[in-house]
């Protein structure tokens, strides 16, 4: 993580369906705006194998206003950052809409931008951190050890984690070749360390040092208009292909 700010992408994931205890708490407070969940991400370039998305059901997270049309679903320390930031108008200001627990969001589906599924299913992970970007992630288990561990602890235990098995239903979808791992990479590393489940959190984080430096150094894209490039050539032209097709935005935190 080094010196100075973090350069995410913001991913805007359009709401196409509340979860029913989400959509009772909601009511019409998002005022006929667009809702989308927003992810922070250092890998833009994986979008296009995202299988669902990331909350943690101890968070509280905000409906926030970010003109007349559009509200983003983060949590308040995100929302503050991206007003500094200019992203939620006025710039400096926020308007909270609703609050509501991540647990509710769960069961929520939404629009995945980029994505060879175009729509998938918020889910719980154990380990989303409140005080990093939005407290939504985005899940890409072909890429991240941390989102394949989390995927497979649900698949095994839906009732424990309150989930419906069908939203976990997508399996991880091959996006980058490595000469290592494969076009599977985080399930190799995680199988290779021998992580059982995501309270492995030790190998898991280096699991995602192995895995973040092999696919940026040594990663092919193998799907989407930049099929064929290196990971490292194709990281930026992607982010900005998102950013100017109205579906990502810079985020600095
Ligand atoms: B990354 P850094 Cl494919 N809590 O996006 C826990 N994790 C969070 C988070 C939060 N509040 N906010 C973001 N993240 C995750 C894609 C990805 C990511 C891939 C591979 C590795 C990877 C899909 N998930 O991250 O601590 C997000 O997951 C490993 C570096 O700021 C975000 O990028 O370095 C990354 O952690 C930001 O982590």
Known sequence: EGIGPQEYTGIKMEVVEWSPAAQAALGDKAGGRKVFLVAATLRPETMYGQTNCFVGTGIKYGVFAVNDQEAFVCTLRAARNMAFQGIITPRGNIQQLAEIDGSKIVGTKINAPFAINPQVYVLPMDNVLATKGTGVVTSVPSDSPDDFQTLTDL?????????????????????????????????????????????DTKQLAEAKEIAYKEGFYNGTMTVGEFKGMSVQEAKPKVREAMIGAGLAFAYAE
């Open 155 to 199: 698949r095994k235990k839906p009732e424990f984690y309150k989930i419906e098995p069908s939203w976990a239903a997508i399996d991880p979808v091959p996006v980058i070749s490595t000469p290592t791992y494969g076009d599977m990479t985080a399930p190799a590393i995680v199988k290779q360390l021998k992580i059982q489940s995501q309270k």
